[in-house]
């Protein structure tokens, strides 16, 4: 008894040096249940105390660029970004348990249309109500536990980065890429402002207002984007990008087959028009002649029936007719007709009753050698010769708002557009009631005091299209970035955000950085590697059928969930359930600040992360819930029974070398690193995180099952369960921090001498958890994309093994050699994860079965009778 009660002593020792030397839990020493309340009590203990992920700019050579679209600063989190935030920030810790030098970084894409509207209603400034709304939704984003690099913060309306933002218009000046032009544009009657093509929808309507667009006549400032359409095109094919999927297709269907040229030809009205043909030698046809249909703007013009445009390749000037009957190209409404290259465009010419010449006739030639002279004149002349598909248009950036970046350009009655000296910016916003006084100001050309300033902003695309530059050196007052620091860490290595940006937002921040690329300003041309688009929170919806009006769910009455049958309470209505975006409009919204509240916040990521891949819409319902909340309580039971079963003095001998206890152990080893070749792989090559999870909880149900006695004297379950904790940090990180705690905290340790855990430090310092060399994990062999064998090979050996060798193993095995009797192999792929699989893929040719002559057919035909 007497040694009994010393080894309790020495126990209660140990325990309370450990309890002093960690981070001091704030539920150790109490046996508690898991409630919301413990729950809150956790997150406020370990918010402060939580990595924030610093990036070390001198380590960049390490670095993991992780990057998600930064938010409008609305005033409020909706879930949208409780999810895409919750995404990247489990992304990067992970990354960072890694050991990698992990660059998140948050900002604020600040300007736009919304905040001005919001502040008018309200009597304020933008300005103003921007940074109310910046700071409320910096504190949630702070409540949700991610670690943003702070010190990168950035935002679009602050002059410090729209100095740099007019920086890059007037790069693009310089280089003929911005220029003005009377267009008819897209206007919003609603919004009171111009949009571009991409941004009014299938129906004709709005993105934003959803109003009606209107069409009308402005001199607009537009990027050509264009001229680098087929560089946006191949792009598509660089292989440093991975995951984009169907994002290809999107891109590659709105730029379109660069299968011409266009160009931009004066008209006698002082316009530029766009000429698009696929034969560039066709403009030096001295006959040419252009064909515009009738509804074109031009046609509205007063002289429009004397309209010529001149053609500097032939030296002519080229008639302009107004006509439904051309072959124009697809989504053009300009036609080159040349009567000297087609008989259809002659015909056309006599129908229209014009003369037909037949001097100055085309010398046949080199046609090879003569479009290169005309692209080559073009580029020169800076009028285009760029391969662009018909349907393609320069990016239309003007908009007739005040909350904006504003463009950088003097109007002077002598000098026209001058652009401003740079050591002039940022050209900030006047107050918004100034004046017209306010814009006059001096023209940096001759002086003149009468000159005024440009009073359109740049479209909010622009801001955004790149901030991730910026990003990397927010502090910069010199220089737009450290190019030295961009050479270091572009491209983005992971960009994550919603599939509605995937055609406007891509398309430009694409094109922005193909441009800074040839000016030698970024590394690649593309800026982002790898895709992550995720999907739609969505909520359920209640609409009274006839009326189309959303009500609440508390208005409802459910008839049948399954057929999707509701009522209204009061007047019972038939009701519409479905599942649809969640917005204010549609009442179907959920606020995080109620889920925090009510659940926690570390409780609020899982759910958003679990049941579903990142990139498929997530149906918000509470039915959902249990499976996270009771997965959560195990978790913590397991914790107090492994504390339970190490704190507990028994005289019981237990033999851990017996084959009952061994047999019991091997089993957590296996569990172990199954369970950790699975997590890991879905957090490092899938992203299915929600995938993770199920392994993660898979390995909890191993923990559960094992015996009170092992859980005291194995090595292997101790292993294991730091392993679980680890894992659950990067999307847990407050309540894997408390169980670490407590874990860590625990006598009796068996791997106290191990390198494996740095017991002195907290969960989110841990190194990730890593399959055993000695594991055997699979080596895949598939045919044709089905599997043929799976051999399996220790990790310390698969990790080893590169495409030869796999080759090798293949065509030892019988059931590959037999298969593969009378077949030819087409290809062969090899793709290793290290300390995960090896997969190779064998494709074969496909085999033709010969034809049967018909006197063969005949003689079947006999024999089956």
Known sequence: MQALRYKRLLRGLEYNWLRRFLTQSCTSNEQLELTNDVKHRIETHWSKQLCHGQFDSKQAANKYYVLSMFPYPSGNLHMGHVRVYTISDAVARFHRM???NVFQPIGWDSFGLPAENAANQRGVEPAAWTQQNIAQMKEQLQRLGCSFDWTHELSTSSPEYYKWTQHLFLLLHKQGLAY???????????????LADEQVDANGCSWRSGAKVEKKLLKQWFIRTTAYAKRLLDGLEDPTLRDWRDIINLQRHWIGDCDGYAFSLLTSASNLLRVWTANPEHLLDPHAFLVLRQKHFLAKLPDAGGLSVENPFARTTLPVVFSDDAAFPPDCDVY??????????????????????????VNPGNWEQLRKEVLTAAKRLNIGGYRVSSKLQDWLISRQRYWGTPIPIVHCTKCGAVPVPEQQLPVTLPPRDAGKDALRCECPKCGDPQ??????????????????????????TQHIFDTTLTNACMPVDLYIGGKEHAVLHLYYARFMNHFLHSCGLSPTS????????????????????GSGRYVRESEVEVVNAKKNQAQLKETQEPVIMSWEKMSKSKLNGVEP????????????????????APTSHRNWSSATFPGILNWQKRLWLTLEDFEAARSEVSEETVDTGSDAFLLEDSKLFDARNFYIKGATFNYRHAHQLSVAISKMQGLTNSLRRTPKHIQRHGKQFERALAAQIIMLAPMAPHFASELWSRFAAVPGRLNAESEELQWSKD???????????????????????????????????????????????????????????????????????????????????KVKKPQKSAKKNDEDKLQAE
């Open 98 to 100: 890694c050991g990698k």
């Open 180 to 194: 003005q032009n009377e267009a008819l544009v897209n206007w919003d009657p609603v919004d009171k402002t111009v």
């Open 336 to 361: 080159l007709a040349v009567p000297s290259f087609r008989a259809e465009d002659r015909e056309l010419w006599e129908q229209l009753g014009l003369a037909f010449s037949t001097s100055n006739e």
């Open 451 to 476: 000159a005024r300033r440009e009073t359109d902003t740049m479209d909010t695309f622009v801001d955004s299209s790149w901030y991730y530059l910026r990003y990397l050196d927010p502090q910069n």
């Open 526 to 545: 593309e800026p982002f590697s790898r895709l992550l688009v995720q999907g739609m929170v969505m909520g359920r919806s209640y609409r009274v059928k």
């Open 593 to 612: 600040d109620d889920m925090f509240n009510e659940y926690g916040t570390d409780t609020t990521r899982l759910i958003i992360l679990a049941d579903v």
């Open 763 to 845: 969960v989110l310092e841990q190194r990730w958890p890593d399959v055993d060399a000695a594991y055997q994990l699979d080596l895949s062999i598939k045919i044709n994309g089905f599997e043929n064998c799976v051999i399996k090979v220790a990790r310390q050996q698969l990790d080893k093994v590169n495409h030869s060798d796999a080759l090798d193993v293949a065509f030892n095995t019988e059931s590959v050699t037999s298969y593969l009797i009378d077949k030819k192999i087409k290809t062969t792929h090899y793709v290793l994860y290290p300390g995960i699989e090896g997969i190779l893929n064998i494709y074969l040719d």
